[in-house]
Nanobody, 124 residues
Framework: QVQLVESGGGLVQAGGSLRLSCAAS????????VGWFRQAPGKEREFVAI????????YYADSVKGRLTISRDNGKKMAYLQMNSLKPEDTAVYYC?????????????????WGQGTQVTVSS
C-alpha cells in the first residue's frame, strides 16, 4: 500500500511558475512508476508527465513539453512537477499517482494509488 499527498498548488498569473510536490508513505516508493495527471471541470483526467522508477526516463504530454519537468527523489519518497510558463489552459486539479509496475503507461486506469489532488489555477 502506498499513500500519496500532493501539495504546492495555488493561483498564479499566466507565465508564472509553481512547483507541485508529492509525498509518498507506506511501501517502498522505488518500485513504482510515478505519474502526474490533471482534470479540468467537465473533462476527463489526462496524462501530464510520467517518470520511471529510476528517474532515467521521463514522458510528457505534448501540451506541456518544454514547460513542465517531472522529477523524483526515491530516498525522500518524493516526486515533483516543476511548472513554468503556465497558461490558463493548465488550470485543473493535479493528481500524483503511482503504478506498481516498471512499465510506462499514460492510462490513468492503470495506476494503483492516487493522491487527493491539488488545485492549480492560472489567471490570464
Amino acid at each position: 500500500q502506498v499513500q500519496l499527498v500532493e501539495s504546492g498548488g495555488g493561483l498564479v498569473q499566466a507565465g508564472g511558475s509553481l512547483r507541485l510536490s508529492c509525498a509518498a508513505s507506506g511501501r517502498s516508493f522505488v518500485n513504482y512508476v510515478v505519474g502526474w495527471f490533471r482534470q479540468a471541470p467537465g473533462k476527463e483526467r489526462e496524462f501530464v508527465a510520467i517518470i520511471t522508477w529510476s528517474g532515467s526516463s521521463k514522458y510528457y504530454a505534448d501540451s506541456v513539453k518544454g514547460r513542465l519537468t517531472i522529477s523524483r527523489d526515491n530516498g525522500k519518497k518524493m516526486a515533483y512537477l516543476q511548472m513554468n510558463s503556465l497558461k490558463p489552459e493548465d488550470t485543473a486539479v493535479y493528481y500524483c499517482a503511482a503504478r506498481s509496475s516498471q512499465d510506462y503507461s499514460e492510462n490513468p486506469y492503470e495506476y494503483d494509488y492516487w493522491g487527493q489532488g491539488t488545485q492549480v489555477t492560472v489567471s490570464s
